[in-house]
């Protein structure tokens, strides 16, 4: 049983490439069954961050515990969407197949899928309503669909903490409103999510929780508390004025 | 006549050796080379191929010099395993810390391990009996009992291991990220598979030549790939197509009285363009097709206005003078009465409910931009035909921009009622 209130903490964490500090003692704790949205500028380590939280860093300094467990321990307690840029959707794989991936971690290596993993595979795509696509290749799908295909493997993967990377990036705005609902359901069945975001207009309204890092750690915390001007101008630099329309709405 | 040309050979005993080792490779080649085709790796098969020549020689060298034992086969196996290793150690060394590129690192490396394969069999010639001309070309039609057992050996090994580890083996090339995500060894799998083709290309060199065994191991699997959606099925199929271009190459071979790994390359490469022409989803031809029976926007919105203009069932030579005198006006009609747009009554068309929607929305386009074009000083004469391009432009609130900018007016330039929304 879970020793830790957190799901998930990071502590002092120092990643480094080629002698250039992409994390910089960067320290949060995550609450369990949250909708976490990670922030910050174009080459701020956000994606760092993700791969520090799959356990893929050896950091520098500092270390990221999963559920009190140290990350490098607890392969697959943590579920990754990848960005949809990443994958290759000529890839001859159906949605049902891309879904039953969640259930290979608990599949022995000499034995098939059984008919439990299919179930669970199929209530996956049940709760991000993609049964009907079941049989269809990945790259037939418009790219909302495709990005629940993804999320519903990781929901079938059963981990109680799910990483999305960018999940919002280049679909319409139906779309997207259509995936938040997905994180939202997901949220409530106990999930926690934690999300790299790139527009800060909607952050406010999507998340329970924001991280806004650039290399450091800027805040963490409610968007109210973490949208504010003077971090924003800090983390953003030069570019604040076209965030002019986030202030005006958090204050309204 | 039949018995001649297909029955005879198969009383040859080379020809039956050359089909049962030539489809042993073939099958196994086309399985993993599934897996080389998807992972974008095709230039690995090249590379071990060419550096073959190199592990050969220095394997029967050490094994001549050490043990004294003349053309030992395992030990030129191994020594070919360590050339391929090797080969793409170097490649993916000079490309990661040097500006050369990978393409042209491939380009240098496996010239270079092949010419000193070549040059080390010429001078030590006095040693090791290497026929050169046996390693580029290939020689399927005088496959030795041993070449058989090797390739079976390793045919059966490979295919185990894929069969064994198809999940992890799908994962890492689908998504590594997650694959290492649930601890799986992603390294260890990428060895693991590069020693499998490795395997097969050493085994498939002596039956079609080192220039050849990549399109044995890509060809197969590409032609297949054309025509699945599944990874499973697509092994099965590569498989199925290597095994066909082996039977047709070697007819081809015995009918022409031509090269053997050279006809069964041939048929190959033939066998994919013929795939890759019809096949159902992917091919040439399904492609042309998909984008014949796309009916163009446009001349389905000029048939719902024209129609709509006319205010009557319409005959077909209206439509053919104000749209367009073609095989499109008359597949784009068939098309907008299968959506319920259009109704034929004997030749004359006219307007669903559904259709007069459509219709009321293009003309209320029309007419805004006529009425945007006039205020901006467009020359009365033109208006009607730059509105006429224009009217199509009408997603994303083009027109709802158009009408609010222009203070929602009811007439058009001419003093046409604009329809609402």
New interface residues.
């Given amino acids: 049983m879970p020793t830790s209130p957190y799901a998930i903490e990071v502590d002092h964490l120092t990643v480094s490439y080629h002698a250039r500090a992409a994390l910089l003692d960067v320290s949060v704790r995550i609450e369990r069954d949250q909708l976490v949205g990670v922030i910050g500028p174009n080459g701020a380590g956000k994606s760092t961050l993700i791969k520090a939280m799959l356990g893929f860093l050896k950091p520098d300094v500092g270390s990221v515990t999963i559920e009190g467990q140290d990350v490098q321990k607890v392969k697959g307690k943590v579920a990754y969407v990848p960005q949809r840029g990443s994958v290759d959707w000529d890839f001859p794989i159906t949605v049902r197949e891309v879904a039953l991936m969640g259930r290979y971690q608990r599949i022995p290596w000499y034995a098939s899928p059984s008919a439990a993993d299919r179930e669970a595979a199929k209530e996956a795509l049940a709760i991000v309503r993609m049964t009907e696509f079941a049989d269809r290749q990945i790259g037939e799908l418009s790219g909302g669909q495709q990005q629940r295909v993804f999320l519903a493997r990781a929901l079938a993967q059963g981990s109680d903490i799910l990483l999305l990377d960018e999940p919002f990036a280049g679909v319409d705005a139906a779309t997207e409103r259509a995936i938040l609902e997905v994180l939202e359901r997901a949220k409530k069945t106990g999930k926690t999510l934690v999300v790299v975001h790139h527009d800060l207009v909607t952050a406010a309204e999507y998340f329970d929780k924001l991280i806004l890092i650039k290399q450091r750690m800027y805040a963490y915390g409610p968007p109210q508390a973490v949208l504010q001007e003077d971090l924003l101008s800090k983390v953003y630099e030069g570019r604040l004025r076209i965030f002019g329309k986030v202030f005006k709405e958090e204050t309204t | 006549m039949m018995y001649e040309l297909f029955i005879a050979p198969l009383t040859e005993t080379y020809f039956q050796k050359a089909l049962i080792g030539g489809s042993i490779v073939a099958v196994v080649a086309g399985v993993v080379g599934c897996l080389v085709v998807?992972r974008k790796m095709a230039f690995l098969g090249d590379a071990l191929s060419h550096a073959m020549i190199a592990g050969v020689a220095g394997g029967y060298l050490v094994m001549k010099l050490m043990f004294g034992i003349e053309a030992h086969a395992p030990g030129m196996l191994l020594g070919s395993l360590l050339a391929a290793v090797t080969t793409v150690a170097l490649i993916s060394f000079v490309s990661s810390i040097s500006r050369i590129k990978e393409d042209t690192a491939i380009g240098i490396m496996y010239t270079g391990v092949f010419a000193l394969g070549v040059v080390a069999v010429s001078i030590f010639r006095h040693y090791i009996h290497i026929d050169l001309m046996h390693f580029i070309m290939g020689d399927i039609l005088g496959v030795a009992d041993s070449d058989l057992w090797v390739s079976a050996f390793v045919a059966a090994l490979v295919l185990t291991v894929l069969i064994?580890?198809f999940?992890?083996f799908?994962?890492t090339?689908?998504?590594p990220?997650?694959a290492?995500?649930?601890?799986l060894p992603v390294l260890l799998l990428d060895y693991l598979l590069t020693t499998c083709v490795s395997l097969v290309v050493v085994s498939a060199v002596s039956m079609v030549g080192v220039i050849l065994v990549v399109g044995l191991l890509i060809t197969p699997a590409a032609t297949a790939?054309l025509l699945?959606?599944?990874?499973d099925?697509?092994m099965v199929l590569a498989a199925f197509f290597g095994v066909t271009s082996v039977i047709g190459g070697l007819y081809l071979c015995v009918w022409l009285d031509s090269a053997g790994g050279g006809a069964i390359m041939l048929f190959c490469t033939l066998q994919f363009l013929v795939v890759l022409a019809v096949a159902p989803k992917y091919g040439l031809l399904a492609r042309w097709l998909r984008l014949r029976r796309m009916v163009p926007q446009q001349i389905v919105e000029d048939v719902l206005t024209t129609i709509l203009r006319y205010a009557k069932p319409t005959p077909m030579q209206v439509l053919r003078q104000y749209v367009e005198n073609g095989a499109g006006l008359k597949r784009a009609i068939r098309q907008m009465v299968q959506d319920g747009l259009l109704r034929d009554r004997q030749g004359v068309y006219l307007l669903t409910e559904k259709g007069e929607q459509e219709a009321a929305k293009v003309l209320r386009a029309h007419r805004l931009w006529e009425t945007y074009l006039q205020t901006i000083g467009t020359p009365q004469e033109q208006l009607h035909a730059t509105a006429h391009q224009l009217e199509h432009l009408r997603s994303d609130g083009t027109v709802e921009y158009l009408d609010e900018k222009l203070g929602r007016p009811a007439q058009d330039p001419h003093g046409r009622t604009i329809p609402g929304e």
């Fill in positions: 998807l064994l580890f999940r992890h799908q994962l090339t689908f998504d990220i997650m290492a995500s649930i601890g790939y699945c959606d599944r990874l099925r697509m």
